[in-house]
Nanobody, 116 residues
Framework: VQLLESGRGSVQPGGSLTLSCAASRPILDRCGMCWYRRPPGKELDLISYIGIDGSTNYADVVKDRFTISEDNGNNTLYLEMRNLTPRDTAMYIC???????????WGQGTEVTVSS
């Protein structure tokens, strides 16, 4: 299974952007999914995940600004980002969550830059 992120872009502070993560085969009905991000020169951070039951969770730094969702029919995970700030500049990476034997897939990442 391959995960392919899209939606990279450069936006101004206060702007919005939606990222997509398309799975090459149906896995969303059996694997939870998540978004990580790695700011330049910093470590990888888990920012949001969605369980197979549809439950969601967000890191405090993105809560109330980001929304994770998925479309099982299209095997696609989304991350809607609003009110972006320069601190949101990072490589965003989707993955299965939690990682397990049959759910252990990572995307390559897509870059988001927030600057004026």
């Amino acid at each position: 299974v391959q995960l392919l992120e899209s939606g990279r872009g450069s936006v101004q502070p206060g702007g919005s952007l939606t990222l997509s993560c398309a799975a090459s085969r149906p896995i969303l009905d059996r694997c939870g999914m998540c978004w990580y991000r790695r700011p330049p020169g910093k470590e990888l951070d888990l920012i949001s995940y969605i369980g197979i039951d549809g439950s969601t969770n967000y890191a405090d730094v993105v809560k109330d600004r980001f929304t994770i969702s998925e479309d099982n029919g299209n095997n696609t995970l989304y991350l809607e980002m609003r009110n972006l700030t320069p601190r949101d500049t990072a490589m965003y990476i989707c993955a299965t969550f939690p990682l397990s034997g049959s759910c252990n897939y990572w995307g390559q990442g897509t870059e988001v830059t927030v600057s004026s």
